[in-house]
């Protein structure tokens, strides 16, 4: 017990994460076979009436099409459409997943510095406060999303394709969690502290760079986290009404035009994956700034 | 292997007893509390903690018993141990004859924490009523009983407040209305007046004095104010840290009627010198 | 009120009214042709001077607060009331900034008054947030706000002859929301009323379950409570076209993706809140030897309420993302994501809007119902607390 807790005790984090993905993967592979029980067993019986539970269940876990593909069929098929193929090549996951990525990270970029702009205006603006304020908060419960495809056919219908109209939809939909969790942030140093400042006679930029900024590092990479997930979440569903295009949300499109599970399956681990990536890149940064800085890592 | 289901012992076996018995002149039904040889060890990551060592206390009915010492001499961990809130790696505890746990689930006293822990949700009645819902008492039954205690600490008419509408030491006195509510025969209190303002904390005193003179309950009070200890205790017992033991038990010579006044006796200035020497003789053992 | 800044605005105002708005039939024309229109805003402009220089310190300003509003508002109706469908405002050009540039030359009159009404209402809106606040004064500033911009957007369509296709102008949205309303409210009713209320509370009740049944086991709580922050990090809406081909087109696929989309975030807040009851609170239920569900219910649910009711304020939009999303993977013939996507498909961009306005109001109203309820059931929490 002294010698802290070991990575495999009941106690730490690992065994029970460990635990709770055994279950899901079993659960998964039973849902297969009930979610395929009815295909495989017709096709079976047409062969051979008299035919063996492991034939039942070998056929359920290897459909061609199956309705609920088993993990190990997505895995091999993430395998197969990621290190088999050149990044580069069309077919590959990879060369889509750097579509929707490359989209994200430019909304998200834009979106976050918007966010933080408008923040810092709010703050110091007290007529912005009181007219913007409301309406920010408020755009949070529309559901903005809906927006997208008419963003993106309207940008096609004057030409603008590609990436930009993509980053725009993750523009609009990471800046609001930004701008909110800014002006808390930036708002958050106590009334001893603001007094300290003004005792100094410290002007307004002063107190900003010196005082407010530093507190909301934590509001912002809080933000952050949540706009980078959303701003993903936009690229893809951006991705949907242009299915020619690429990127991840295209192939689950095509995927569901043409009935490949499999295929929806693999690019929507993928989408996992990089959203998980991004936030967790964000957490190493905020961690790195924190440990710099002084804060509780 | 089928393995025996075995009781879970929760006393712990009792080591001594009779040997060293410092209270032979109390009668056995007397006695509320009886800590033997009691030990408690904290396991941490670099080096077992020492929080209590050898701890032996006999607390009488109708006894006001303060516990004082510096942070970190484990008096609260060991009024937690009484309240089987905490378990004691060595030795034993009774409370009435039992051992804590079955005295806690006999609802054999009232608790008061240095907060007034009252729930924000429930007005201050309600709040004074929680542990007789808990407990299953009809509700006309719980009603009258809040109403009395709260007029018993001078909280008449805040009935229908809500806690975070009331001052500290308005809420630290529902606190103590919900303890004696049910009229358990031991009060323990945990630095309940640490965090108020000193004129709060006297009439907060003045009014513990008569609540206690008129329900000679058995308290054990925590403290940190040597004062405050001298003034409400019939015994002082003095504390020291690492490890956590006890240095001095002082029985008070002051009468049994006392007023905030009679902290200027020569007799409480002699105790609380007293106090005084013990805590400094604890502390020149670091 | 920035004094300078309200005379600026008068200023904008008074030059615009002496230059020309834009050409009808070859010739250039102001607003002197036009002068019930050209009234209005004279109108604001003497309302600027006067209550610059006399009614801005009547009754501590308060007035003003309320004169100036009313005067803005009239003085707006100026411009709307030009006959702009008959004037030429931009003659054609190619390219953003060559048809930026070439509407402003044209209509000078007119976008130098636009200019100073939007000063003048922001004036006003210094003034107002500068009352003591007061109930009225903070929904007055941005009700004032929200039409300015409303204002704006209408003004450059209009002015700028903004193919409807790209952006209709507010009262075109406007026009087909009362034109569709029977086909508005009907997809209402197929996405909002079927499946997201149905997505709604199964997913929460799921969510909540889970959260009780974890509570009991430390072990599983240790496990899924990582897994549930890591959740956050993935774009669920994705499962819609899986759920579609489960379900088929029916509300059942679009409360299946709401489910999967709302009942982690109700977990993951379900489990912090059920952690939330601090240690001496429940010492306290130890000290009475309370039961499980004693304590579960007279201490930790309601400790626990700020943060189920905050998980159901995220989840309430999470619920209409996910509904109107799952749509766009094809449904049957009704529903607002549904609307959205054929619609645009033929340009019916004004149709669009006005399903967008529609979820707009049904999202807020969804979050302003719970916020209420939150407030009456959690009056206790620091953040509602009055003395």
Same mark, same amino acid.
């Given at each position: 017990m002294?010698?802290?807790l070991?990575?495999?005790? *009941? =106690?730490?984090?690992?065994l ?22 009815n ?5 079976l019986?047409?062969?051979? +009436?008299?035919?063996?539970?492991? @034939?039942?269940?070998?056929g ?5 099409? *199956? ?9 091999v098929d993430?395998?197969?459409s990621?290190?088999?193929l050149?990044?580069?090549? =069309? ?5 889509h997943a ?8 430019? $909304? ?7 966010g ?9 603006v007290?007529?912005? @406060?009181?007219?913007l ?28 394709? $590609?990436?930009? +109209? =993509?980053?725009?939809?993750?523009m609009?939909?990471?800046?609001? *969690?930004?701008?909110?969790?800014m ?6 140093p @106590?009334?001893?502290?603001? @007094?300290l ?12 760079w010196?005082?407010r900024?530093?507190?909301?590092? *934590?509001?912002?990479f809080a ?10 979440? $936009?690229?893809?569903?951006g991705?949907? +009404? ?13 995927g ?42 | 292997?089928p393995?025996?289901?075995?009781a ?5 076996p ?9 209270? !032979? ?12 040889n ?5 396991q ?9 060592s ?7 009915? !109708? ?17 937690r141990i ?6 004691p790696t ?5 409370v ?43 509700k006309e ?29 308005m809420?630290q ?13 031991l009060l323990?209190?945990?630095e309940p007046?640490g ?8 009439r ?13 309950k058995?308290?054990?009070f ?5 004062d ?9 017992v003095?504390m ?13 010579t002051?009468?049994?009627k ?21 805590l ?7 | ?10 200023l904008l105002m008074a030059?615009g %009214? ?13 607003w002197?042709?036009f ?9 604001g402009v ?7 220089? #006399?009614l ?7 007035? #003003?607060? #309320? ?11 100026g411009?709307?009331?030009?006959? /702009?469908s008959e004037l ?17 030359? /044209?209509?000078?009159?007119? #976008?130098l008054?636009?200019?100073?009404? %939007? ?11 500068a ?9 007055l ?20 002859? &903004? ?5 209709p102008?507010?009262?075109?949205i406007?026009?087909?929301? /009362? ?15 079927k ?40 774009? &669920?809406?994705?499962v ?12 059942e ?9 709302i009942?982690?975030?109700? %977990? ?5 809140g059920?952690?939330a ?9 130890r ?12 201490l930790? %649910? ?6 189920i009711?905050?998980?159901?304020? &995220? ?8 509904g109107i999303v799952?749509?766009?993977?094809g449904?049957?013939?009704?529903g607002?994501?549904?609307? &959205? ?7 019916n961009?004004?149709?669009?809007w ?6 707009a ?19 206790w929490?620091?953040?509602?607390r009055?003395?």
């Amino acid at each position: 017990m002294n010698a802290g807790l070991g990575i495999l005790s *009941p =106690k730490g984090r690992v065994l029970p994460i460990l635990t709770i993905v055994a279950i899901i993967v079993l659960l998964w592979y039973a849902f297969a076979v009930l979610l395929n029980y009815n295909r495989v067993s017709e096709q079976l019986a047409g062969v051979n +009436p008299e035919y063996s539970i492991g @034939d039942l269940l070998r056929g359920t876990w290897s459909m061609e099409r *199956p309705v609920l593909p088993a993990p190990d069929q997505i895995a091999v098929d993430l395998w197969n459409s990621t290190a088999e193929l050149r990044v580069t090549s =069309k077919r590959s996951l990879l060369y889509h997943a750097y579509i929707t990525a490359s989209a994200t990270l430019v $909304g998200f970029a834009f979106g976050s510095l918007l966010g933080i702009l408008l923040a810092a205006g709010i703050v110091h603006v007290r007529t912005l @406060d009181r007219s913007l304020m409301p309406w920010i908060i408020a755009s949070q419960t529309i559901p903005i999303l809906a927006i997208a495809p008419m963003i993106i056919v309207i940008l096609a219908s004057v030409g603008v394709t $590609g990436l930009v +109209p =993509k980053a725009i939809i993750s523009m609009y939909l990471c800046f609001f *969690p930004v701008t909110i969790g800014m002006v808390k942030g930036l708002r958050s140093p @106590d009334p001893q502290q603001m @007094d300290l400042m003004r005792t100094y006679n410290a002007s307004q930029w002063q107190i900003f760079w010196m005082l407010r900024v530093p507190a909301s590092i *934590p509001f912002l990479f809080a933000s952050l986290k949540v706009a980078v997930a959303i701003s993903l979440v $936009g690229a893809i569903v951006g991705e949907l +009404p242009t299915g020619a295009e690429g990127g991840l949300g295209s192939r689950m499109l095509a995927g569901s035009y043409y009935g490949q599970m499999v295929q929806i399956w693999s690019a929507l681990v993928l989408a996992a994956i990089l959203g998980m990536a991004m936030v967790y890149s964000i957490a190493g940064i905020e961690w790195a700034t924190l440990r710099r800085t002084g804060g509780r890592a | 292997m089928p393995s025996e289901p075995t009781a879970k012992v929760v006393d712990l076996p009792v080591r001594g007893r009779g040997a060293g018995d410092s209270s !032979g002149r109390a009668a056995a039904s007397d006695v509320i509390i009886d800590i033997r040889n009691l030990g408690l060890t904290f396991q941490t990551a670099d080096a077992p903690v020492v929080a209590l060592s050898n701890i032996n206390l006999t607390i009488r009915a !109708g006894e006001f018993v303060s516990l004082i010492g510096p942070s970190g001499c484990g008096k609260t961990t060991l009024m937690r141990i009484v309240a089987d809130l905490e378990q004691p790696t060595e030795g034993a505890v009774s409370v009435n004859g039992v051992s804590p746990r079955e005295a806690r689930l006999k609802r054999a006293y009232g608790y008061i924490f240095q907060a007034a822990a009252l729930y924000p949700w429930r007005n201050v009645q309600r709040n004074v009523e929680l542990p007789h819902e808990i407990m299953g008492v009809p509700k006309e039954e719980r009603e009258a009983k809040a109403k009395r205690y709260l007029e018993l600490v001078g909280l008449k008419d805040f009935e229908k407040k809500f806690p975070w509408q009331l001052s500290g030491g308005m809420q630290q006195r529902v606190s103590l209305a919900r303890a004696l509510s049910f009229d358990p025969q031991l009060l323990l209190m945990d630095e309940p007046f640490g965090a108020l303002d000193e004129i709060t904390r006297d009439r907060m005193n003045e009014e513990l004095l008569q609540i206690w003179e008129k329900t000679r309950k058995t308290v054990i009070f925590v403290t940190h104010s040597i004062d405050e200890a001298v003034l409400l205790s019939t015994r002082i017992v003095v504390m020291s840290a690492r490890p956590g033991r006890i240095i001095d038990v002082i029985e008070s010579t002051l009468p049994p009627k006392r007023t905030l006044e009679t902290r200027e006796m020569p007799a409480a200035i002699e105790l609380a010198h007293r106090v005084r020497q013990g805590l400094k003789a604890g502390h020149s053992y670091d | 009120m920035n004094p300078r800044l309200a005379w600026l605005s008068a200023l904008l105002m008074a030059a615009g %009214l002496a230059l020309p708005v834009g050409y009808y039939e070859e010739g250039l024309v102001y607003w002197y042709q036009f002068p019930l229109s050209g009234a209005f805003v004279a109108f604001g402009v003497v309302s600027v001077v006067a209550g610059e220089r #006399w009614l801005h310190h009547l009754v501590k300003g308060e007035l #003003w607060a #309320w004169l100036g509003t009313l005067a803005v508002v009239i003085a707006a109706i100026g411009p709307m009331m030009l006959p /702009t469908s008959e004037l030429a405002m931009r003659t054609a050009s190619e390219g953003f900034v060559a048809a930026l540039a070439d509407g402003v030359t /044209t209509a000078p009159g007119f #976008w130098l008054v636009v200019a100073g009404l %939007l000063l003048f209402a922001w004036t006003v809106m210094q003034h107002v947030s500068a009352q003591p606040s007061g109930r009225i004064y903070a929904l007055l500033v941005p009700a004032l706000f929200g039409l300015a911009l409303i204002y704006l957007w209408q003004a450059v369509v209009v002015g700028f002859a &903004i193919p409807r296709v790209l952006l209709p102008a507010p009262t075109e949205i406007f026009a087909a929301l /009362t034109r569709e309303a029977a086909t508005l409210a009907n997809d209402f009713k197929e996405t909002f009323l079927k499946a997201v209320l149905a997505g709604f509370v199964l997913g929460n009740l799921l969510g909540l379950g889970t959260a009780l049944v974890v509570d009991r086991v430390p072990f599983l709580q240790r496990g899924l409570l990582p897994l549930g922050n890591m959740v956050s990090a993935v774009p &669920i809406v994705a499962v819609a076209p899986i759920m579609v081909m489960w379900f088929g087109f029916g509300w059942e696929s679009k409360t299946a993706v709401i489910v999967f989309m709302i009942f982690f975030p109700m %977990l993951v807040n379900a489990v912090a809140g059920l952690n939330a009851a601090d240690r001496m609170q429940r010492d306290l239920m130890r000290s009475y030897g309370a039961r499980y569900w004693q304590t579960m219910w007279a201490l930790r %649910l309601p400790a626990a309420l700020p943060f189920i009711f905050n998980a159901l304020k &995220i989840n309430s939009t999470l619920a209409l993302i996910g509904g109107i999303v799952a749509e766009f993977f094809g449904s049957g013939m009704a529903g607002m994501g549904f609307r &959205i996507s054929t619609q645009v498909q033929v340009m019916n961009v004004d149709v669009v809007w006005a399903t967008i306005a529609v979820a707009a109001v049904a999202g807020s109203a969804s979050y302003g119902i719970l916020a209420l309820l939150e407030r009456s059931f959690t009056f206790w929490h620091p953040s509602y607390r009055s003395r």
